[in-house]
């Protein structure tokens, strides 16, 4: 059986237009991934720890509305979590990565006493979160500072004092790119708080899948760490990271990693990998 075909009628110059416009940005799109890609496989072999943290810090100072996006509540799974680990207000609270303040203004109208401490301070704009003081520094700051007393005025303050609890804010603990490093952090938090719980979120499987990274991948990171070894450097770990210009890098932790640091440090662990990964170190008995 013939069936008519009935021409259709071109689409108009406008439509037209637009097509090739979305084909412009589809591959514009795929550039920037490309491009994203080499730069953050190269640069994660060549930087030293401590010039990743400057990097990430860069990103955050000058895309601040990564950060939230000017808000100012706590996300839903945020806020079951808190009420569910957190002691009842006013306990006192201490919040590493507190960014533009959310948390901290969120738990401050909540009733809570909180401090925090941030080493993008260009982010931190939340009028709650500046009136309860948010001092600048990193978790590597902090952790020495918890360790060995050393550190600027602001942060030994907080660092002595007391607290109920301790939350390394909004998946920052992914953003301390070295494995010993992460487990400093915890430790110094476990220490200012050793009845209180630790509570952190992080990059992990299934928000964040593991990253199969193919010949290619493989030969830029390889790239990275020559040049990271030719700066004098011992050689950056191959782990599994994200890396955007809007935060920099930001490295996968897998459920294993915070359960060896629990049960070494003697805490129980809950450990949650949906809606957003995130875990709660109980403190012994
Ligand atoms: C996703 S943002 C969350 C900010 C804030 N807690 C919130 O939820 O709005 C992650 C934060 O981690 C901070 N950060 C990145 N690297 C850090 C490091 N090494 N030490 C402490 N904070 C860091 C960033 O500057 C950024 O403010």
């Not at 992914?174 to 487990?183: F, I, T």
């Not at 890098?249 to 440090?265: N, W």
Request: net charge positive; with cysteine; hydrophobic share 40%.
């Amino acid at each position: 059986m013939n069936v008519k075909q009935t021409e259709r009628p071109s689409p108009p110059f406008w439509l037209r237009a637009y097509a090739s416009y979305r084909w412009i940005h589809h591959r514009l799109e795929r550039m920037t991934w490309l491009m994203n890609t080499c730069v953050g496989d190269v640069l994660f072999g060549t930087l030293s720890p401590t010039e990743k943290d400057a990097l990430i810090s860069n990103s955050y100072c000058s895309s601040p509305h990564v950060v939230g996006s000017g808000r100012k509540q706590l996300f839903s799974w945020e806020k079951a979590w808190f009420d569910e680990v957190l002691p009842n207000a006013p306990a006192r609270i201490l919040i590493g990565a507190a960014g533009w303040g959310r948390e901290v203004g969120a738990l401050r109208r909540m009733g809570y006493d909180v401090v925090g401490f941030e080493p993008a301070v260009a982010t931190t704009q939340d009028k709650d979160a500046r009136l309860s003081r948010i001092v600048e520094a990193d978790y590597r700051d902090f952790s020495e500072c918890v360790g060995s007393g050393n550190g600027a005025a602001a942060l030994k303050e907080i660092c002595q004092q007391s607290y109920d609890a301790v939350i390394l804010g909004w998946g920052s603990l992914s953003h301390v790119c070295c494995p010993e490093e992460r487990r400093r952090v915890l430790e110094a938090a476990f220490s200012l708080v050793p009845k209180g719980v630790v509570c952190a979120s992080f990059f992990s499987p299934p928000l964040m899948p593991s990253i199969k990274r193919g010949q290619r991948r493989r030969q830029l990171f390889e790239i990275g760490r020559t040049l990271g070894k030719w700066r004098g450097m011992a050689g950056s770990l191959e782990e599994d990271f994200i890396f955007s210009p809007h935060f920099g890098f930001g490295v996968i932790i897998r459920q294993a990693e915070v359960e060896a640091v629990a049960m070494d440090c003697g805490r129980k662990l809950e450990f949650h990998s949906e809606p957003y990964p995130h875990a709660t170190f109980l403190p012994p008995n």
